[in-house]
Nanobody
Framework: QVQLVESGGGLVQAGGSLRLSCAASGRTFSSYAMGWFRQAPGKEREFVAG????????YYADSVKGRFTISRDNAKNTVYLQMNSLKPEDTAVYYCAVGSSPNFPVGDFGSWGQGTQVTVSS
């Protein structure tokens, strides 16, 4: 079983930037794809970005494409989400999750972190 701990959230003005981190421990981190998701109040959780085991392939929701960048450092067992040009509609709790396979498409994301709050003021 893998444990995930997100950090880096906070309050930022529109147009600003934040970098989220997700530190993993337990199972072999580098063998699996990773994903970032978010959930805003009153809304369903949605996929934000994903990265395969090596970092060679990345995937983004249309709403964040060109503004967010996902990356990973397998030596540090950490995945990152660099968020630029933030908008108020990016306000949500952000979660990282471990995929069930090395590459996308991932059938299931089995382990989740506790989430980190991102609030973007207008």
């Amino acid at each position: 079983q893998v444990q995930l701990v997100e950090s880096g959230g906070g309050l930022v003005q529109a147009g600003g930037s934040l970098r989220l981190s997700c530190a993993a421990s337990g199972r072999t981190f580098s063998s699996y794809a990773m994903g970032w998701f978010r959930q805003a109040p009153g809304k369903e959780r949605e996929f934000v970005a994903g990265i395969n085991w090596s970092g060679g392939n990345t995937y983004y929701a249309d709403s964040v494409k060109g503004r967010f960048t996902i990356s990973r450092d397998n030596a540090k067992n950490t995945v990152y989400l660099q968020m630029n040009s933030l908008k108020p509609e990016d306000t949500a709790v952000y979660y990282c999750a471990v995929g069930s396979s090395p590459n996308f498409p991932v059938g299931d994301f089995g382990s989740w972190g506790q989430g980190t709050q991102v609030t973007v003021s207008s």
